[in-house]
């Protein structure tokens, strides 16, 4: 079984910049991939990065995100971390992270790719 645990939610203003973490702990040697995903109030939840763990620069983003959010691991802390530039107010959302330990060849994007989730860290995008 695996645990996730996501941190580093809170309130910015638009043009501002977050750092998500999530931590997994317990059985986490055969994981493949791991995403964050996040969830606006009336909308589905949707990926926006996603890694291969041991393979940083093997990462994908989502449109909406790509050049502002950089999704990064620390091994030894079985941590992976989203880093979030230039905030704006539609990145306001529950953020998820993921993991999954099945090789689909590349990072997914898709929610029904991924086993384990996180409770998610909120955060919001003030004007």
């Known amino acids: 079984q695996l645990q996730l645990v996501e941190s580093g939610g809170g309130s910015v203003q638009a043009g501002g910049s977050l750092r998500l973490s999530c931590a997994a702990s317990g059985y986490f040697i055969d994981t493949r991939y791991m995403g964050w995903f996040r969830q606006a109030p009336g909308k589905e939840r949707e990926g926006v990065a996603a890694?291969?763990?041991?393979?940083?620069?093997?990462?994908v983003y989502a449109d909406s995100v790509k050049g502002r959010f950089t999704m990064t691991e620390d091994n030894f802390k079985n941590t992976v971390y989203l880093e979030m530039d230039s905030l704006k107010l539609e990145d306001t959302a529950m953020y998820y992270c993921?993991?999954?330990?099945?090789?689909?060849?590349?990072?997914?994007?898709?929610?029904?790719?991924?086993?384990?989730w996180g409770q998610g860290t909120k955060v919001t995008v003030s004007s």
């Open positions: 890694i291969a763990l041991g393979r940083t620069n093997y990462a």
């Open positions: 993921a993991s999954t330990t099945t090789d689909w060849g590349r990072p997914p994007l898709a929610v029904s790719k991924y086993k384990y």
